[in-house]
């Protein structure tokens, strides 16, 4: 099969063998928003061809792709949810030429009845082999961070995290841009943060405390935004975990990324273990082997 | 004796009488950054002319104006400091027409010795008579909120929030801004916003719930920065609060963010009396009572 992990800017396909491995992939900036007219049909052809001429047919896409602005919208289906009950909600996109379907995203609350949706890191969860078998905690790390739960087979909860944002805003439009210098994003520098956000006093002082610190002479200009990043994981990594705070996390990202949040959860008292977005493959997969094809 | 409390962008000037009674007031924009070249003396001569002419000539100066970009340095006082403290630090300007003299800022670490400093809320806490009689806690909202401890009639400790600037960067460049309008700014949807400060899943979280809420039309659009507000002063109030949620706090400031506060902080279980700028005119007249002035 044919699966696409197809997002706002990103666009990434895997042609999936019957033993599930990996036999090719394809990477490119062809997100949703970059896409002219609508015109996803043709793309989507110029893009995996060869892949048709050579027999497959079947093609599962998710993410944004499913959204009002993507495609064809596929409305959320509401937690729990597993591959079964995915592939029941599969989003039929009629062609010639192949059988396109796209996976729905996911909706449901947090624990104070908030709402919540995702599309896309449902798919990647159901990729990675030890939170299907076993349950657990995923991380998806990014501009708006998931926090995963999955049980027996089905997520049954997450959360969001607007951590890369916040990041950004205040880099970008505070003080504590002005005194900012590019440098590298790991390293000591993070490692104080994520110590910081430990300590009394709150995210909105600690934040603070970055312009406090560099004023002192206490922090340098290239080692204040891996501080500041440290400061805002460390906050999102502790209110995370703190229902379990001991817990193995499944980390799941781009190989820089979950480096970082790694490091968090271990300083946070978790355990965990990274993945990288080829898990996408593998639930696209896993949901196109419980789809009706015909 | 006349006090100014002249700080970035605003300048507020007192005529205060042997009484300790304000007799006459001005304020206006000239704060430091609108007085062009550096002339600080024209300036302050012209706006406090009158009152040098009616005989007074002994003038106190708080607030940014003793900073670098100020008009002449004042070095930061460390903490603990009270009025005998602070008018032994007293920097001196020389005029023939006035006596004029600048209170220095404060400077101390958090309880994890994170660097602090201020300048010109000092002034305005020790104008806070109950504060000076018993002790307790200030807070002064604003851009960077602090929060001050006092004893014994010196200030020992004191730690500052980006509440209202982190507010600024979210709601100007992240995608939070995109679905608000303003709207009143106090209200219910600032109460649930203090409310929701207590949910499980941290400040980063709830930000993201702003949005969430929306999308779910469980919040309208002119009612989303009053709820975005009353999160992040709930995160704050909470925070500083930690150690004793059950406290008196005399709270300094204007008027409409005073009453915010007020709201969050007997929300979150503490008690809140409410005081205005002019605490800074009392402040003034008692450090000019202790200085030196010959």
Redesign the interface.
Known sequence: MIGVDWGTTSFRAFRVGRDGDIRDRRAGPKGILNVPDGRFGDTLREEIGPWLAAGEDRVLLSGMIGSRQGWKEAPYLPCPAGPAELAGALVDIGFDWARVKIVPGLSGT???G????MRGEETQVLGVPPLLREGGIACLPGT??KWVQVERGRITGF?????G??F???R????LGRMMRDGPSGGAPFDAGVA?SA???????H???VR??A??G?LMESDAPAYLSGI?IG??V???L??AASAIVQVIGAPELTALYAKAITACGGYAERHDGEAAARGLALIAEHAQWN
């Open positions: 947090d624990e104070s908030v709402a919540e949706v708006h961070s959360t969001t995290h607007m951590t944002e916040a950004g805003a205040l970008g439009y505070t003080i910081r300590d009394p006093g709150g995210l909105l002082h934040l603070f405390g406090a610190q004023l002192a206490r805002l906050h999102e502790r209110a995370a703190a229902p």
